[in-house]
């Protein structure tokens, strides 16, 4: 059992920068402690629904907005695409294990023989390149219709992302990048996310960054499309003031393999919509 003072031995250390060595395992279990104590009331689990797990009235509009998933035509659309045969008459599903069905939850993942960490949006577009297709643009509309239909695919499946000792140092540069301060505003990830978590910014509230990764891509409204988690991060990081980084860029899957496997546990829940 875990002793008070260990626990909040706990909630310290997820607060401060990331210099002191801790094992992903470690980072986990502090970052889940931090998100318990700070949100006593809510589930760990219910975090996949980001901000509206935080506000009882806009869980209730938003609920209503899933009647009509604004993201379905997008899971219509990446199923077509995904069968659509390759020139050379292979397919994407010749690329994934399972033929590429329920399989999203998978990834990112470190790949210890090119050691880098994969996205499947690098797997997709690795794949066509395999059979002499043209790569995707990453901020286009095919390729997050293509992830819709996989994360459709993927409903269900819970996260267990690893991180082989290989993967450590991928792992420790996205846990950096989430802590580091930048931009005109001079904020970290952390600063909105966890200490400021359930706190408003304007007209919204700020989610908690347990589950943030677990339900993309997402339909927003204000973007009028379903955009990626990449999409996501270049908002984030120029609503401090800071310069987005193109998507798919190291910096980027790194931050986005450490983001994952703080989901660990958690359930696959897109493609999901937002405001
Ligand atoms: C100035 C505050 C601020 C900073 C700094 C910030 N964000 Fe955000 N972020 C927001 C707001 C506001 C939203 C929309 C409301 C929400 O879902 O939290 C948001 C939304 C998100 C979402 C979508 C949540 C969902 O449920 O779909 C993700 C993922 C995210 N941010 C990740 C990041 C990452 C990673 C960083 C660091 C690179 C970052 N944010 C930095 C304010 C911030």
């Known amino acids: 059992m875990r002793t008070p ?3 909040s031995l ?7 920068p990331p210099f002191a060595l801790a094992s992903p395992e470690e980072d986990l ?12 009331d ?35 659309e990446g199923e077509a695409l995904f069968e659509m045969p390759f020139a050379d008459g292979e397919s994407y599903a010749s ?11 998978l990834y990112p993942l470190f790949d210890e023989v090119a050691g880098e960490v994969v996205t499947l949006e690098l797997a997709l577009n690795r794949c066509r390149e395999a059979h002499g297709e043209a790569p995707l643009d990453y901020e286009g509309e095919e390729i997050a219709a293509l992830m819709a239909y996989m994360a459709y695919t993927s409903r269900g499946q819970t996260y267990d992302i690893k991180v082989p000792e290989a993967g450590l140092g991928a792992y420790e540069a996205g846990k950096q990048f ?39 891509p997402t339909y927003r409204f204000k973007w009028e499309r379903v955009g990626t988690l990449h999409d996501r991060f270049i908002e984030c990081n120029e609503q401090v003031g800071a310069q987005g980084l193109a998507p798919q860029s190291a910096s980027y899957r ?11 546990g958690m359930v696959l829940n897109g493609p999901a919509s937002r405001k």
């Open 5 to 7: 003072c260990k626990r």
């Open 10 to 16: 706990l909630l310290v250390a997820v607060l401060l």
């Open 29 to 40: 279990a502090a970052f889940r402690a931090f998100y318990e104590s700070r949100f006593p």
């Open 42 to 76: 809510i589930e760990l689990a219910d975090h996949a629904d980001g901000a509206y797990a935080l506000d009882e009235a806009k869980r209730a509009q938003w609920l209503e907005m899933e009647d009509f998933p604004p993201y379905e035509f997008a899971v219509d």
């Open 95 to 105: 690329c994934f294990q399972n033929e590429g069905q329920g399989i999203k939850h």
């Open 178 to 216: 989430f802590y580091e301060r930048r931009g005109q505003l001079n904020f970290a990830c952390s600063s909105c996310h966890l200490q400021s978590g359930g706190g408003m910014l304007r007209a919204e509230i700020l989610s908690a960054s347990v589950g943030h990764a677990t339900h993309w």
């Open 254 to 264: 790194n931050l986005e393999y450490f983001l994952t496997y703080m989901n660990n």
